[in-house]
């Protein structure tokens, strides 16, 4: 008996959830706040992201007006530990001038229309691909944007419901289409994901034994077992 995707993404989820627990992402403590660490974030760790969070912090940078108007020499220095600090701290002041000259610097306003008016609106700022967008979108601006990364790609191509090949979009697609229009859910969804790939998923090593997906997944079942009938009829 074939499982329909939209059940077996929700039961994907419940699991990690039981697992899990809620993962209350994404840090911040502010709207804007998100949006900064949406553009640290790309080609770095997490940890790097605080550090430099925490430095535009204690220069109380963290909003567009003073942003857009840091010399940038010295938000270069503040981002330094979150890596490539010169492309990411031109990045953040046109974001940060975008904001405070065309939507006087209203976060929600500038998010707001049709989500993809909104996420056009996004994507069309120099540094901001499909990722940033969507979790701009999500947990900054609280819409339901699916967010798509390399551990969502990773997950899902070894589980079995995706091949490997599909583009950014497509996996985006199958969340958006077979998943409730849930806000809460997206968020606590993609979050899960990412726990679920450094935990048990990585890259280059699984721990397929401490996976709460491994009774259906592909890449758990043992050489020589039938797979579990999971494809979408």
């Known amino acids: 008996m074939h ?3 939209d059940h077996l993404l929700l039961f994907i989820q419940q699991q990690l959830q039981e697992h899990f627990g809620p993962r209350q992402w994404w840090p911040a403590e502010s709207p804007f706040e998100v949006v900064v660490g949406a553009i640290l974030t790309q080609n770095t760790a997490w940890t790097n992201v605080e550090r430099a969070i925490g430095n535009l912090r204690q220069a109380e940078a963290l909003s567009p007006e003073r942003l857009a108007t840091l010399p940038l020499s010295q938000l270069e220095g503040l981002i330094r530990p979150a890596g490539f600090f010169r492309q990411k701290s031109l990045r953040l002041q046109t974001l940060a001038k975008h904001l405070v000259e065309e939507w ?3 976060l929600t306003a500038f998010c707001s229309g049709p989500l993809d008016v909104a996420r056009t609106r996004l994507l069309s700022l120099e540094g901001v691909g499909p990722e940033t967008a969507d ?8 819409r339901p944007s699916f967010v798509v990364d390399a551990y969502t790609r990773r997950i899902f191509t070894r589980f079995g419901l995706l091949q490997g090949g599909e583009n950014y979009n497509e996996i985006r697609q199958m969340f958006m289409q077979n998943l409730p229009e849930d806000v809460q859910l997206y968020n606590e969804y993609h979050a899960q994901i990412v726990q679920l790939a450094k935990t048990c998923c990585r890259k280059n090593q699984t721990f397929c034994e401490d996976c709460p997906l491994k009774q259906k997944c592909l890449a ?12 979408s009829a």
């Open 104 to 106: 006087q610097s209203d």
């Open 135 to 142: 979790s701009i979108l999500l947990y900054a601006a609280g």
């Open 220 to 231: 758990a079942q043992p050489p020589g077992t039938d797979p579990p009938k999971q494809r």
């Open 3 to 5: 499982i329909h995707t």
